[in-house]
């Protein structure tokens, strides 16, 4: 999917829907809504960088549950939030490998002059919009710790 945007999310659901793909028609309807209820939060049409984030949000959700899930001994749940959860990765950009994190890492801190770990909010802050939706913000957050305690 190139572009992302409510109607080719729709557009996809309609396919789900003749193609009688009951998980993924959930999955998508649940996306749609969770779109709507950001246009209204925000009072505007979402750019699909904004969808991306909602997508994001909606991964990060699915991860959780997973997790509770697991703790919890319920298999069959942990099965289908896994299914729902490699449904919505596909709408994702693709990962940025820790390598490609680290570079932009050391370009920001080379940018910015941050030399201590005080220096923290100001790399991060720089980083973060550059890699949502395709770089987990904890270890992002851990990598500009390491580098900038290292000194």
């Known amino acids: 999917m190139d572009t992302l945007t409510r109607d080719s999310i729709q557009k996809e659901l309609n396919r789900s829907l003749k193609d009688n793909n009951q998980v993924k028609v959930s999955v998508l309807r649940l996306l749609i809504s969770a779109i709507r209820n950001k246009e209204i939060e925000l009072k505007r049409t979402l750019s699909a960088a904004d969808i991306i984030g909602v997508v994001a949000a909606q991964v990060k959700l699915r991860r959780e549950s997973v997790e509770g899930y697991r703790q919890g001994g319920r298999h ?3 099965e289908k939030e896994e299914k ?3 449904i919505l990765q596909q709408y994702m ?3 940025m490998s820790e390598e490609e ?3 932009q890492i050391e370009t920001i801190i080379s940018k910015t002059g941050a030399s201590s770990i005080k220096d923290i909010g100001t790399v991060m802050g720089q980083l ?6 395709r770089a987990d913000g904890k270890l992002a957050n851990q990598l500009v710790r390491q580098r900038l305690s290292s000194e």
């Open 76 to 78: 069959d749940l942990v």
């Open 101 to 103: 994190l680290k570079q």
């Open 84 to 86: 729902e959860l490699a």
């Open 93 to 95: 950009p693709p990962a």
């Open 128 to 133: 973060m919009p550059l890699i949502k939706g």
